[in-house]
């Protein structure tokens, strides 16, 4: 009988600590209302780009083809090796601009001349965007920037601050959300995250704690921003205190319906819904 009062002990320990380390973080009075302009709201990934990349992700031509939808828009931006803050997802050019080359390791002024996909389209700073999408809806991913993170979020913390009306943060990486929760804790912030086996370029240590958000203790997220893939049982817990759902990335063939049913906000691609769901 005392090792059965032991084991449950353990368990109930156990569960006290999963719960606070999963457990989001309660928004401020001016989080909560920021909050409210996102919710039923779809949001163009990367812009309204198409799947060809005619009209490539991340570029001027996308965003005011969102704007012009009514829609939000989601973005990425890192540092330029000047100290700009440019819209770009991926760590290298190699991909969208044919060169093998990380973004980091170029000034501005040399990424401002390359074509994006062989367009006439070339990689924006932030403070481009914000200023064409005026009181747009923005989803604003931080890309991690290890040691230069903190660099990242002060930049783009200041741009937001001058230029922005209608924004959120999130990031893959919980040392941003944490940034954010220290520095400017009425930005609505959020954790980027996924199934663990989806991950790539990461420890398998690090894949499991994010996948199952054991590292929401970091940055208390105010919204949790999950790919549409199944969540494991731990990260499940922090749903019962309720922070609000984002899903990505939903195109054709997935269920969007439900997708709509079951967050508060869907960033989508390669098709156009609805601004509005809610």
């Known amino acids: 009988m005392t090792w059965l009062f032991v084991i449950f002990g353990i368990l109930i320990v156990l569960i006290l600590a999963l719960m606070f380390c999963v457990a989001p973080g309660k928004m401020t009075s001016k989080a909560s209302k920021t909050a409210m302009i996102f919710k039923g709201l779809n949001c163009a990934h990367r ?29 990425d931006v890192q540092l330029s090796k000047d100290g700009k803050v440019v819209v770009f997802h991926d760590d290298d050019l190699k991909r969208v601009c044919g060169i093998d080359a990380n973004v980091n390791s170029k000034n501005w002024n040399e990424l401002s001349r390359i074509p994006l996909f062989n367009t006439d389209q070339h990689i924006p700073l932030l403070s481009e965007v914000l200023d064409i999408i005026d009181d ?6 931080l890309k991690s920037a290890g040691a230069n993170n903190a660099m990242l979020c002060e930049e783009t913390f200041k741009l937001l601050s001058e ?15 944490a940034w954010f929760k220290k520095n400017a804790p009425d930005v609505l912030r959020g954790q980027l995250s996924s199934s663990p086996r989806l991950f790539k370029g990461i420890s398998i240590v690090f894949a499991t704690l994010l996948g199952n958000l054991l590292t929401n203790f970091i940055s208390r997220p105010h919204f949790i921003a999950y790919s549409n893939s199944t969540r494991p049982l731990i990260a499940r817990l922090c749903y019962i205190f309720k922070p609000m759902k984002v899903t990505w990335t939903i195109i054709p063939g997935h269920n969007i319906e439900k997708c709509e049913r079951q967050n508060d906000t869907v960033i989508f691609e390669y098709y156009k819904p609805k601004p509005r769901f809610k």
Request: proline letters at 6%; aromatic letters at 8%; a negative charge.
């Open 163 to 177: 230029k922005g009306k209608n924004f959120c943060i999130e990031s893959f990486d919980p040392r941003v959300g």
């Open 47 to 75: 812009g309204l780009h198409t799947e060809d990349q005619k009209v490539p992700e991340n570029s001027i031509e996308s965003f005011v083809a969102a704007k012009d939808g009514n829609y939000g828009i989601e973005i």
């Open 136 to 141: 747009m809806p923005v989803i604003v991913e």
